[in-house]
Antibody
Framework: EVQLVESGGGLVKPGGSLRLSCAVS????????MTWVRQAPGKGLEWVGR??????????DYAAPVKGRFSISGDDSKNTLYLQMNSLKTEDTAVYYC????????????WGQGTLLTVSS | QSALTQPRSVSGSPGQSVTISCTGT?????????VSWYQQHPGKVPKLMIF???KRPSGVPDRFSGSKSGNTASLTISGLQAEDEADYYC??????????FGSGTKVTVL
């Protein structure tokens, strides 16, 4: 059974940093493309960024609002995906989901339960 | 990378059909057959309903169908049921390994 479990959310002051984690089980993490999606309170879904599998180069791509501030990485030995968030802004407040469509790469069959980040002074 | 445009809300009576549009550009919806649709009930995790414009994952009822014409994709729910009341989001590949979601549509079953 595929499971994605996010953790690491919390309250952070503007300008601060936080790292979210997504522990994966039920498939080969090293061969999966993984995506972060966020949802601000009462708002819609927003694509944040994606990391390709190591086999496909392991490169990352980001949405414009987070480019240069957020960084996605993965640890194959721990089957864990990370989202490092720096220079946080109040508008980054959201529930953050990790998701994948593995083995497909263009849609998302599997989602974690989400972890809430609140950026506030 | 602006959000794809969806109507804010649509409604229908049980048994009726409703269609949700998802309008993008020639750089996303119009350029690729990688449009997916997600259903989200309040407080729940999004669920994949349609992928690659018109394909249904196993377990999704066949009253959900998808299509695309030009820069606009559509999700149709036929034989509307009470449990279909939820928010629906489209998502399209937008090139350079990025994706973009729609603004979301609330479906109300009258």
């Amino acid at each position: 059974e595929v499971q994605l479990v996010e953790s690491g959310g919390g309250l952070v002051k503007p300008g601060g940093s936080l790292r979210l984690s997504c522990a994966v089980s039920g498939f080969t993490f090293s061969s999966a493309w993984m995506t972060w999606v966020r949802q601000a309170p009462g708002k819609g879904l927003e694509w944040v960024g994606r990391i390709k599998s190591k086999i496909d180069g392991g490169t990352t791509d980001y949405a414009a609002p987070v480019k240069g501030r957020f960084s996605i990485s993965g640890d194959d030995s721990k089957n864990t995906l990370y989202l490092q968030m720096n220079s946080l802004k109040t508008e980054d407040t959201a529930v953050y989901y990790c998701a994948t469509g593995h083995p497909d790469i263009m849609h998302f069959d599997y989602w974690g339960q989400g972890t809430l980040l609140t950026v506030s002074s | 990378q602006s959000a794809l445009t969806q109507p804010r809300s649509v409604s229908g009576s049980p048994g009726q059909s409703v269609t949700i549009s998802c309008t993008g550009t020639s750089s996303d919806v119009g350029a690729y057959n990688y449009v997916s649709w997600y259903q989200q009930h309040p407080g729940k995790v999004p669920k994949l309903m349609i992928f690659d414009v018109s394909k249904r994952p196993s377990g999704v009822p066949d009253r959900f169908s998808g299509s695309k014409s030009g820069n606009t994709a559509s999700l149709t729910i036929s034989g509307l049921q009470a449990e279909d009341e939820a928010d629906y989001y489209c998502c399209s590949y937008a090139g350079r390994f990025t994706s973009v979601f729609g603004s979301g549509t609330k479906v109300t079953v009258l």
